[in-house]
């Protein structure tokens, strides 16, 4: 099957990952306003995220080991409706604590695009896996960029409803699942390990921890900026709604359109040290912005290199996992991601508390050391497509 071609049954798992970013986005942008109302503090709801990423820390690697057991659907279905469930319990919730059971809940189910990753994995040529897993990542970049729009139109009905139709629409998306996505993984004891970092190949481990590194530094900029934009350009919140969904637009444009191009031209390692360094560029051009002449190329530059990094290194870790494993070790991967954002907002709201430059300094710094870690070897940088 030719690269530009997709295997049977890859936008019926497109669409189940649009979806559940969908439900994802509607609830993120009216959370904190939703947890305000029941008094809780700024820094409540600082770790009422938290928590989300917390549990989907501890618990994707072990749905990723699950699916490598008993296989893609029944484990794709089940975290959809978790999802499903998670929103519910937010929409009913009565108090603060039961707002942190629905976030639990959610986030203990947060795998799905670790485990959509791995049935791409299962199904793609290795000429196919780097622009497939960039399609993922603009159904990802999807959901993120319609789903404020939704849950805006959706709160005019009451603060309760977006949460209600979230939980709706992965309800749906769980039912549309199991019957439109095919099985890719054959049951097996290869995936019959612990899920940890220790279980995988050294080259896996360096790129779950470039993943650490560049979901931190992201993670970092994310938290601050809008801090930043009304210091030095005074802008407000509806200003900052669309900058966020222009960096949206880009970051899938990136993802669902020049993967593909890029990876063959000039493979995967060598584009994943790219992106490392256009987010390098794109931090130091944040970090002394004061005109719109520099802020808007240091946001693409910055867009652009993200879009680059996650879904190429996804691609990486499913081309260097063991076979049988790959759920496991995308499973790791997303659990590294969740990590990071605990830590990025954390330390990057710390460093802006120091000065208005130092995070975006200091996430430059970061990344530029994560450089090395890039695996080389003999061959592994050839275009894709020409490997042996």
Do not use: C, H
Not at 31 to 40: E, N
Not at 247 to 252: D, P, R, T
Request: glycine share 14%; charged share 10%.
């Amino acid at each position: 099957m030719g690269e530009g071609r997709t295997p049977e049954g890859f936008w019926a798992v497109w669409t189940a990952v649009a979806m559940d970013l969908l439900g994802f986005g509607i609830i993120i942008p009216l959370l904190p306003l939703y947890a305000d109302s029941f008094g809780a503090s700024p820094t409540t709801i600082g770790v009422l995220f938290a928590s989300y990423s917390l549990a989907q820390f501890v618990l994707s690697p072990v749905w990723g080991r699950i699916s490598d057991r008993v296989g893609r659907k029944p484990v794709l279905v089940v975290t959809i409706v978790g999802s499903a469930l998670g929103s519910l319990v937010l929409g009913l919730a009565g108090s603060l604590a039961v707002l942190f059971v629905g976030r639990i809940i959610d986030g203990a189910s947060g795998a799905s695009v670790a485990v959509a990753r791995a049935t791409v994995a299962d199904v793609a040529t290795p000429d196919q896996r780097p622009r497939l897993m960039g399609l993922l990542g603009a159904a990802f970049g999807f959901g993120f960029v319609i789903g404020p729009v939704v849950g805006s139109l959706a709160a005019l009905g009451g603060p309760q409803v977006p949460f209600f139709l979230a939980a709706a629409i992965s309800a749906a998306n769980a039912v549309a699942t199991w019957i439109r996505v095919p099985e890719t993984r054959v049951v097996t004891e290869a995936g019959a390990g612990t899920g940890s970092l220790r279980d995988l190949s050294s080259t896996v481990t360096r790129f779950v921890i470039l993943t650490f590194i560049g979901v931190t530094a992201f993670a970092a900029f994310e938290a601050t900026f809008s801090l930043l934009a009304a210091d030095r350009f005074g802008v407000g919140e509806a200003e900052i709604g669309f900058i966020f969904a222009g960096i949206g637009i880009l970051l899938v444009a990136t993802q669902g359109g020049l993967i593909g191009p890029a990876t063959r031209l000039v493979g995967e390692r060598a584009l994943i040290r790219i992106g490392l360094v256009m987010n390098v560029v794109g931090f130091l051009v944040l970090s002394v912005a004061e005109t719109w002449a520099l802020l808007v190329p240091g946001l693409a530059i910055l867009a652009l290199g993200q879009g680059f990094i996650t879904p190429t290194l996804a691609s990486a870790i499913a081309g260097s996992a063991e076979p049988g494993r790959s759920g496991a070790a995308l499973g790791v991967q997303q659990s590294a991601g969740g990590l990071a954002r605990v830590v990025g907002p954390a330390v990057g709201g710390a460093l802006f508390a120091i000065g208005l430059p130092v995070p975006y300094v200091v996430a430059a710094g970061l990344t530029l050391v994560a450089l090395p870690i890039v695996p080389s070897a003999a061959g592994v940088d050839a275009p894709v497509g020409s490997e042996a």
